[in-house]
């Protein structure tokens, strides 16, 4: 026996644990937002909404060439039939079908106000009217012959489809973008052409890879144009995988103004991005001077798109202005791929290239199957009536004298001819004008055909390749109604590569002015405007003070080196003004909490340094190799327990170090390893102490230092003779007049 049911509660109100109601019902929401609404079929491409937007206007017979009917019609029947939910969420879906800007092949053709690219909205649907177009009924061509399966309406007073005979590729066509509860879809529309014929590759090589197909379709096909510059690699991934992304960027040319003066002209922009929005976002910019190339934008859009670039002068290369805009605007845009679809309208699987072009075959082929049932039953209904009737002729005076004697002639017409009560029916209810010989010869006529197509028929549903010969056909007559020859079916996305430009793109983004970078003892840094700043004046935070200053322009990178050895790098242009006292290095960058700054310069290519560690441990480094691209810097030396201590230029060809115990030692550059990172190489050598400073100069030119009283000491020739030595040796006590400080400036 099974376990007892508890009784209801004398109160009617049975308790539930909060956690089992909660799951329960957000599982129900979840499963209706997956699959009721935010999902696309694979078979179909289509969401509830749309499906019973189209079946609503097929009910109204709103053919391609029928009259238009009010919006407000189609909304309302729908709703009230189909689908019970806000009639502006139905009307937005419907627009949506309409716009050429938002569908790739719009499947329902408006007349009226139906938005823009611009970002303005429809008309209220009392003003406008539609019907559907072409590309509309292919998708539900046959749904009255038993193509698709029906169930009941939310009130179960009506039928609706469960997915329509989709005679178009719809799902990779127009694509599809929605958001469910857990998860998303967003796929690209593409070229019906293309698909067609990946399709058609699919049927008569069934074993083929997405490498077969994507010769077929190289890409998405946006409504709105542009230029893709998604390499091939990332594409084929993309459609492999089912995830990952296409980047798109406007069309442009450049148009002449005379006397050496040009225009850009932008004619398509990418797709999704609204028009109006995209302009201010340019003007914005232009008004923050963060565009230094651009002098100007212009709107001049009628029916197609037209906006005008205006550059800052006529040497302005376009390439790089246009770069400039597509590193700060939406005339550069990525569009996510997530082709995650219903599966036969129930299981939700993110799906490569392949498998969604074979369940729309497969559901092609379902509706051949399910259309020819239809019609072979429609056609041995019609052989039986006309078997009957062409019995009637034969015996036509037997049939007149039955149907006049007998009070019920049905019965004896079927006893006395052997035939059917649907037989009998239709020889009673036959006109008397009928009875003449042509008609007996129609008859004849009729019944072989039929019975020819019956026999194809049942020719087709025994044999497979049959069938894929007629879904083949079928798409191959799309392919031709939609070819790339007809202004519907020509590609308007083209595919291009990012060109190389004469300069750094993130100059051209920066206005280039003079500043003078100033960073303090305790490591805050800002920038002043301008060169030749009197730094005399300048206010420190607490007893704070000045350790570097040097001058530079807002479009540089500023290197900066640290006791541990590594390096970072700034923006000049993102560094707070000389209002205040600045900001300090470590909200910038990843500090270690030990570590403090002790080299600031401005990075110049090709330029070498000379780093050197407080036990004279050194080595040459470019400034290339100084570049950090994060915040946690870069490790260029291994210091282990000393510090870095010196980052100096070179500009010699020998060095000059000299170290704690007052001896100078000069030998040749080339003894000096240059590398990219390490531990250097030792300089000079100590019993005990380190490294107070060093410089590189040229032998010929000679040692050079400056005293404490601002007087220039050199020593050339066979003056620095007694000094010149060889890399890690310890060097000799320094001439008369060298600084007490052991530093060369003093």
């Not at 369940?359 to 051949?368: S, T």
Request: net charge neutral; glycine share 8%; with cysteine.
């Amino acid at each position: 026996m099974g376990k007892p049911v508890d009784p209801t509660p004398p109160n009617g109100i049975e308790a539930i644990p909060l956690r089992d109601a909660l799951e329960e019902r957000y599982l129900a929401y979840a499963l209706s937002t997956i699959m009721h609404r935010a999902l696309p079929d694979a078979r179909d491409g289509m969401k509830p909404v749309h499906r019973r937007i189209l079946y609503g206007m097929h009910l109204l017979r709103l053919s391609p060439d029928a009259p238009f009917k009010k919006s407000a019609k189609i909304v309302g029947d729908v709703m009230g039939t189909f689908h019970p939910h806000g009639d502006q969420a139905i009307y937005d879906a419907l627009v949506r079908l309409a716009q050429d800007f938002s569908s790739r092949y719009p499947l329902v053709d408006g007349q009226g106000n139906f938005g823009n690219i611009d970002g303005d909205s429809a008309a209220a649907y009392r003003y406008t009217e539609a019907r559907m177009t072409a590309v509309a009924r292919l998708l539900l061509e046959g749904i009255d012959e038993d193509a698709v399966s029906f169930r009941p309406n939310y009130d179960g007073q009506n039928e609706e489809p469960i997915v329509l005979p989709g005679a178009f590729p719809n799902l990779l066509a127009n694509g599809s973008q929605g958001i469910a509860v857990g998860m998303a879809t967003s796929i690209p529309p593409h070229n019906a052409a293309e698909l067609c014929a990946a399709a058609i590759e699919l049927i008569d090589n069934p074993a083929a890879t997405v490498e077969d197909l994507i010769k077929h379709v190289p890409g998405p096909d946006f409504p709105t144009g542009g230029t893709i510059v998604e390499s091939p690699a990332s594409l084929l991934e993309t459609y492999r995988t089912g995830r990952g992304a296409v980047r798109t960027r406007a069309r442009w040319h450049k148009e002449e103004t005379g006397r050496g003066g040009y225009v850009v002209v932008v004619t398509e922009i990418p797709y999704g991005v609204q028009k109006s929005r995209l302009i201010e976002k340019i003007a914005e910019l232009l008004n923050e001077k963060k565009l230094p190339l651009l002098a100007d934008v212009r709107d001049e859009s009628a029916e197609d798109v037209r906006i005008v670039l205006e550059p800052r002068a006529r040497n302005v290369e376009p390439a790089l202005l246009m770069e400039a805009l597509y590193k700060l605007t939406e005339l550069e845009t990525r569009f996510s791929v997530n082709m995650n679809v219903l599966i036969d309208g129930k299981v939700p699987r993110v799906c490569g290239l392949v498998e969604l072009l074979r369940a729309f075959l497969d559901h092609r082929r379902d509706v051949l199957l399910r259309r020819s049932r239809h019609r072979l039953a429609k056609i041995e209904a019609r052989l039986e009536i006309l078997g009957g009737l062409i019995i009637a002729f034969l015996n036509l005076d037997e049939v007149i004298r039955i149907i006049r004697e007998e009070d019920e002639p049905r019965p004896v017409l079927m006893k006395r001819f052997d035939i059917t009560e649907v037989q009998a029916n239709a020889i009673l209810d036959t006109r008397l004008r009928q009875l003449r010989k042509l008609e007996e010869m129609e008859l004849r006529r009729e019944h072989d055909e039929l019975s020819k197509e019956k026999a194809d028929i049942e020719a087709l549903l025994a044999s497979e390749a049959k069938q894929w010969k007629t879904v083949k056909w079928e798409i191959g007559q799309v392919a031709k109604a939609f070819s790339k020859d007809t202004p519907l079916g020509k590609r308007r996305s083209d595919f291009g590569v990012v060109g190389e430009v004469s300069m750094d793109v993130a100059e051209a983004l920066i206005e280039r002015e003079p500043i003078t970078v100033v960073v303090t003892q305790k490591g805050w840094i800002r920038a002043l405007k301008g060169h030749g700043v009197d730094l005399s004046n300048l206010q420190y935070k607490g007893d704070d003070g000045l350790a570097f200053a040097f001058p530079t322009e807002t479009t540089a990178k500023i290197l900066l080196l640290s006791t541990d050895g590594k390096a970072f790098t700034l923006e000049a242009s993102k560094l707070p003004g000389g209002r205040g006292f600045g900001e300090p290095i470590r909200l910038m960058v990843d500090l270690d909490a030990e570590a403090e700054i002790m080299a600031a310069f401005p990075y110049i290519a090709g330029q070498k340094r000379l780093l050197a560690a407080k036990d004279s441990r050194g080595f040459i480094v470019s400034a290339e190799d100084l570049l950090a691209t994060t915040r946690k810097g870069r490790q260029v030396m291994n210091v282990d327990d000393a510090r870095l201590w010196l980052a100096q230029v070179v500009e010699g060809d020998h060095v000059a170090i000299v170290g704690e115990n007052r001896l100078l030692l000069t030998f040749p550059l080339a003894e000096v390893a240059e590398m990219p990172r390490g531990k250097g190489v030792r300089l000079q050598r100590y019993k005990e102490g380190g490294i107070v400073d060093l410089k590189t100069f040229n032998l010929a030119d000679g040692l050079s230092w400056n005293d404490s009283s601002g007087r220039t000491f050199n020593l050339k020739g066979d003056e620095l003779l007694p000094w010149l030595g060889h890399r890690a040796q310890t060097g000799r006590l320094p001439p008369k007049g060298f600084p007490r400080s052991n530093k060369f400036t003093g």
